[in-house]
T-cell receptor, first 109, second 115 residues
Framework: DAKTTQPTSMDCAEGRAANLPCNHS???????VYWYRQIHSQGPQYIIH???NNETNEMASLIITEDRKSSTLILPHATLRDTAVYYCIALPTGNQFYFGTGTSLTVIP | DTEVTQTPKHLVMGMTNKKSLKCEQH?????MYWYKQKAKKPPELMFVYSYEKLSINESVPSRFSPECPNSSLLNLHLHALQPEDSALYLC??????????????FGAGTRLSVL
């Protein structure tokens, strides 16, 4: 599984877009990128995943660079409820994943 | 229904007690997971069940004993725990193949305190 690197923490103003980067420079062709988040005292929540095309769902957008060495999770209009730890994971289909330390996002009023 | 239900929400137990954590899902998922999470740390995988059979045990001490009695239920039996076992215990489930295997649905967890 590709090693991922994320900033330890980030702040974002409420109502602005939150852009969370993830580096996965050793990713191989069959490895997907998954994003989860964990709001304090809750279980982790799946957000989105992608292989090489950009993806969007009701929660977020995922932008993967053309060389696939990095990706960005975008929360288009951050709210206070988006304050959470965000985990980026890269691995082949079907492999068991393991959480890294993630990025602690704080949305500021 | 995308809910994974864990009971109890909170549990306090002594080191000589025997207790069980319960997890239930009705999404038809055939993979179920136990994670342990200490404060300010990411969740750590403990066990994986695939089609009701134990497929991964991450070298968890034998005082933790998992059980999957049917495809909807997952239990974690606890016996002779230590204070350092105090943590949030999370259950998750997923489909058992392909991309969906990595889309896990988590319960809210059981917060365990061992005295």
């Amino acid at each position: 599984d590709a090693k991922t690197t994320q900033p330890t923490s980030m702040d974002c103003a409420e109502g602005r877009a939150a852009n969370l980067p993830c580096n996965h420079s050793t990713i191989s062709g069959n490895e997907y990128v998954y994003w989860y988040r964990q709001i304090h005292s809750q279980g982790p929540q799946y957000i989105i995943h992608g292989l090489k095309n950009n993806e969007t769902n009701e929660m977020a957008s995922l932008i993967i660079t053309e060389d696939r060495k990095s990706s960005t999770l975008i929360l288009p209009h951050a709210t206070l409820r988006d304050t959470a730890v965000y985990y980026c994971i890269a691995l082949p289909t079907g492999n068991q994943f393991y959480f890294g330390t993630g990025t602690s996002l704080t949305v500021i009023p | 229904d995308t809910e994974v239900t864990q009971t109890p929400k909170h549990l306090v137990m002594g080191m000589t007690n025997k207790k069980s954590l319960k997890c239930e899902q009705h999404m038809g998922h055939r993979a179920m997971y136990w994670y342990k999470q200490k404060a300010k740390k990411p969740p750590e995988l403990m066990f994986v069940y695939s089609y009701e059979k134990l497929s991964i045990n991450e070298s968890v001490p034998s005082r933790f004993s998992p059980e999957c009695p049917n495809s909807s239920l997952l239990n974690l039996h606890l016996h002779a725990l230590q204070p350092e076992d105090s943590a949030l215990y999370l259950c998750a489930s997923s489909q058992n193949r392909g991309i969906a295997k990595n889309i896990q649905y988590f319960g809210a967890g059981t917060r365990l305190s061992v005295l």
